[in-house]
C-alpha cells in the first residue's frame, strides 16, 4: 500500500506560447499510514503534483505507481484508483450543488455504486466526522457559512472512505479555531483508521504539529524530503526560496546564539517549553 | 481540452504588429476582410495571399498556432465547397454521376470560396492573436464613439464586453476545477445516454452558475466602492493615441487595396466566378 513517483515531470499548454514546466523529475515514495506535509511558494508544483496522485493530470513523463502497479499502464482501472484516493480541492465548498448538505456527501458514494442506504449511512458518518452540528445537514450547501461549508466538502470525500487522503490546504480562509477543528479533525481520523493523509499547506506551524514527514517543493523540484525536525535545520535555505521554518525554531536558534544549551531541532511550541524548561532545570540543579 | 481553441485567443508575441494601435488593426482587419470580395482573378488572390503572408511573418505568431485555429470551421468549409462544388452549373462539365455534376466553373467557385474563407478566418483571428481583448474592446469603444450621438450607449457596451471577454478565461479555469473536483468524487461525464450525460452536467453546472453569479457581485461591489458610473467624462489611465507607425499601417493597408482591386479586376490574366 504505496505511493510512489518516478522521475514525473509534468509540463502545462506543452507546445505553445503559454508552455511552462510544472513539475521537475519528481521522485517521491509515500508509504501507507504516513502523515505527509506538502509545503512549497505559490507556484512551486503542490497542486499539480497532487493532482497526479489519482490520475486527474497525466504526467508528461515519468512514472506513478500506486500499490506497485502503474497507474499510466493501458486500462489500468481509473475509477478504482480515484475511490481509494480522495482528493479534497482547495476551497471545496466551490464544489457544492446539491439541495442539501447531506445529499451532497451521498454524492460520491452514489458515484461508488452503493446503495441509497449505504450511502446514507456513510454521509451520515463522515458529517459526524467533520463536526457538521445536525441542524444544518437538511440546509442548502449554499446556505451554510464558510465554515460549515468546508466541513460538508471535505465530508463529501471523506463519506467514499478513502484510503489515502489529500487536503489541499484545507484551511486556507477559515479563522485559527475552524482551522485547528479541521487538522484535529484530520489528525484523529488518521490515527484511528490509519488512512495515508497528505496536506498540502502554507502554514509551517501546522505541518510541524501533525506530519511524520515534510516535502518542501521549489519551482517544481522537490527541494526536501525528511522529518519536519530535520528540514527545519535548513531555515535558512528555506528563507531563501520564500518560506520560513515555524518561529520556535528562530528562538531556539536564538537562545543558543545567547549561550544558552537547548536543542534547536524542536517543532512546537509545546515542545519548546519543555526543552526550555528542561535546559534552565538542569543549569539551576548544576549550579 | 478547452484550452486547445485557439480562435479568439491572444498570442504574446513582440512584433510590429502587436505594437499598432487596436483601432488601426480593427480597420485594417475589416478592410482586407472587404477587399478580399472585391477581386475575381487569379492575381487578385496571388496578391492577397502575398499580403497575409507578409503580416503573419511580421506578427511572429507561429502558423501552425494560426491553422489550428482553423479547426473549429472545417465543418463548415467541407460544406461550403460541396455546396459550391455541385450546385454550381457554369461552363464546361467535368465529371457527371447519377445527380451529381461538375463543372468548371462551379469547381472554380469552390475552391475560390474555400481560399475566401479560410483568409477571412486567418485574416480576423490574426488580429485577435496580436490584439489583447482590453486594446479590442478599447479599440471597438473609441470607433463607435461618433454613435453616442445617436444615443448608443458605446462605453457601457464596450465595458460589458470587456468584462464578457475578461471573464471567459476565469470561468474555463473554473469549469476545469469543478469538473476535476466532480471526477474526484467519482462523478462521469462522459458515458451514458444524452439525457445521463446531460444530468451528469448538474454537479458541473450548478457550483460553476454560483460562481459566476458570485463573481458578478463582487465585480459590482468593486466598481462601486471606486465610484464607477458609466462614461460620461470619464478619462482613460492610457488612451489611444496614433503613432507614426499607425498612419504608416494605414497608408500600406490603403495601398494594398487599391492594388489588388486594380490589379484583381483589370489585369486581363482572369478567370472569372460570377
Known amino acids: 500500500m504505496s505511493i510512489k513517483l518516478e522521475h514525473l515531470n509534468y509540463i502545462y499548454s506543452q507546445g505553445t506560447a503559454y508552455e511552462k514546466k510544472a513539475l521537475n523529475d519528481v521522485c517521491l515514495e509515500i508509504p501507507h499510514g504516513e502523515f505527509v ?14 493532482q497526479h496522485l489519482n490520475g486527474l493530470l497525466r504526467a508528461s513523463s515519468g512514472e506513478l505507481y500506486y500499490n506497485g502497479e502503474n497507474i499510466y499502464r493501458e486500462g489500468y482501472d481509473m475509477r478504482k484508483l480515484r475511490n481509494e484516493v480522495g482528493l479534497v480541492f482547495q476551497y471545496p465548498e466551490h464544489q457544492l450543488f446539491e439541495i442539501d448538505a447531506l445529499t451532497d456527501v451521498c454524492f460520491g458514494p452514489k458515484n461508488q455504486g452503493l446503495s441509497p442506504e449505504e450511502c446514507r449511512e456513510r454521509a451520515l458518518e463522515a458529517l459526524r466526522l467533520v463536526g457538521l452540528k445536525e441542524k444544518y445537514y437538511q440546509s442548502s450547501p449554499f446556505e451554510l457559512s464558510g465554515g460549515q461549508k468546508r466541513r460538508t466538502a471535505i465530508a463529501g ?31 484523529y481520523l488518521h490515527e484511528k483508521s490509519d488512512m495515508t493523509v497528505i496536506l498540502v499547506s502554507h502554514s509551517m506551524e501546522d505541518i510541524a504539529r501533525y506530519a511524520d514527514r515534510l516535502i518542501v517543493m521549489n519551482k517544481g523540484a522537490v527541494m526536501y524530503n525528511d522529518e519536519p525536525k530535520k528540514v527545519f535545520e535548513h531555515y535558512r535555505e528555506l528563507e531563501e526560496v520564500g518560506l520560513a521554518a515555524p518561529q520556535v525554531t528562530y528562538i531556539m536558534h536564538d537562545l543558543v546564539k545567547r549561550g544558552m544549551s537547548v536543542r534547536t531541532d524542536v517543532t512546537t ?19 | 481540452m478547452i484550452r486547445d481553441i485557439t480562435i479568439g485567443q491572444y498570442y504574446p508575441a513582440k512584433s510590429m504588429i502587436h505594437r499598432l494601435d487596436p483601432r488601426v488593426k480593427l480597420v485594417c482587419t475589416l478592410l482586407y476582410l472587404v477587399s478580399l470580395f472585391m477581386f475575381r482573378s487569379i492575381s487578385g488572390y496571388l496578391i492577397a495571399t502575398l499580403f497575409l503572408a507578409a503580416v503573419i511573418r511580421i506578427s ?10 482553423l479547426k473549429p470551421i472545417v465543418m463548415l468549409l467541407m460544406i461550403t465547397v460541396l455546396f459550391n462544388l455541385f450546385l454550381t452549373r457554369n ?7 447519377w445527380i451529381f455534376t461538375v463543372t468548371e466553373g462551379g469547381l472554380v467557385t469552390a475552391v475560390y470560396m474555400a481560399v475566401r474563407l479560410i483568409y477571412l478566418i486567418i485574416g480576423s483571428s490574426l488580429m485577435t492573436f496580436t490584439t489583447t481583448p482590453n486594446e479590442l474592446t478599447d479599440g471597438i469603444e473609441a470607433l463607435l464613439h461618433p454613435l453616442n450621438k445617436i444615443h448608443v450607449p458605446v462605453h457601457e457596451v464596450a465595458m460589458m464586453m470587456s468584462i464578457a471577454l475578461r471573464f471567459i478565461p476565469i470561468l474555463l479555469e473554473e469549469t476545469d476545477k469543478i469538473m476535476k473536483a466532480q471526477i474526484a468524487r467519482g462523478a462521469d461525464f462522459e458515458s451514458g445516454n444524452i439525457i445521463q450525460r446531460a444530468k451528469s452536467m448538474i454537479p458541473l453546472l450548478v457550483p460553476l452558475f454560483v460562481s459566476a453569479f458570485r463573481r458578478a457581485n463582487d465585480l459590482a461591489m468593486a466598481m462601486e466602492a471606486r465610484c464607477y458610473r458609466g462614461g460620461e467624462g470619464r478619462t482613460k489611465m492610457k488612451p489611444l493615441r496614433y503613432k507614426c507607425r499607425d ?8 495601398a494594398y487595396v487599391v492594388f489588388v482591386v486594380a490589379v484583381g479586376r483589370m489585369l486581363p490574366l482572369h478567370v472569372w466566378i460570377f
Open chain 1, 37 to 50: 506535509g506538502i509545503i512549497g511558494h505559490t507556484g512551486s508544483g503542490k497542486s499539480t503534483l497532487i
Open chain 1, 157 to 187: 470525500v471523506l463519506a467514499m472512505r478513502p484510503k489515502v487522503l489529500v487536503l489541499d490546504e484545507p484551511t486556507a480562509g477559515l479563522d485559527p479555531k475552524g482551522r485547528d477543528d479541521i487538522l484535529d479533525q484530520i489528525a
Open chain 1, 269 to 287: 511550541v509545546a515542545e519548546a517549553a519543555d526543552e526550555i524548561m528542561r535546559t534552565l532545570v538542569h543549569h539551576c540543579t548544576n549550579s
Open chain 2, 60 to 69: 511572429r505568431v507561429p502558423f501552425s498556432f494560426i491553422v489550428r485555429g
Open chain 2, 91 to 97: 461552363g464546361e462539365v467535368l465529371f457527371h454521376a
Open chain 2, 247 to 254: 498612419y504608416a499601417a494605414y497608408i500600406v493597408m490603403i
